[in-house]
């Protein structure tokens, strides 16, 4: 397993921009996929985006596709996703996970670690 520790979350305004970051502590990062999910009030936790354990592919959920950008430095042990054209809607509980079991996971199930999320609020 590995810690995780999400930072970057703040209030911005719509169409604005936020850079999340996720810094891992474990010999282990490397070798796992990593993945961003946010929870709305009231609401599922539900997928946002995933990188493989080297960083060359990436999956997103449709709504964020051409706005959110995921990326890893293994070298650093850490994970961004980066937001543009933010809306309303994608305020959030943003949560960094990792998982060993699945190449690109979209499944919040198949996640071993989560960190303890960052508010994302954007107002209108």
């Known amino acids: 397993q590995v810690q995780l520790v999400e930072s970057g979350g703040g209030l911005v305004q719509a169409g604005g921009s936020l850079r999340l970051s996720c810094a891992a502590s474990?010999?282990?990062?490397?070798?796992?996929?990593m993945g961003w999910f946010r929870q709305a009030p009231g609401k599922e936790r539900e997928f946002v985006a995933a990188?493989?354990?080297?960083?060359?592919?990436?999956y997103y959920t449709d709504s964020v596709k051409g706005r959110f950008s995921i990326s890893r430095d293994n070298d650093k042990n850490t994970v961004a996703l980066q937001m543009n054209s933010l809306k309303p809607g994608d305020t959030a509980v943003y949560y960094c996970?990792?998982?060993?079991?699945?190449?690109?996971?979209?499944?919040?199930?198949?996640?071993?670690?989560w960190g303890r999320g960052t508010q994302v609020t954007v107002s209108s």
């Open positions: 474990g010999r282990t990062f490397r070798s796992a996929a």
């Open positions: 996970a990792a998982s060993f079991v699945a190449e690109l996971p979209t499944d919040l199930g198949l996640y071993d670690s």
């Open positions: 990188v493989t354990w080297g960083g060359g592919n990436t």
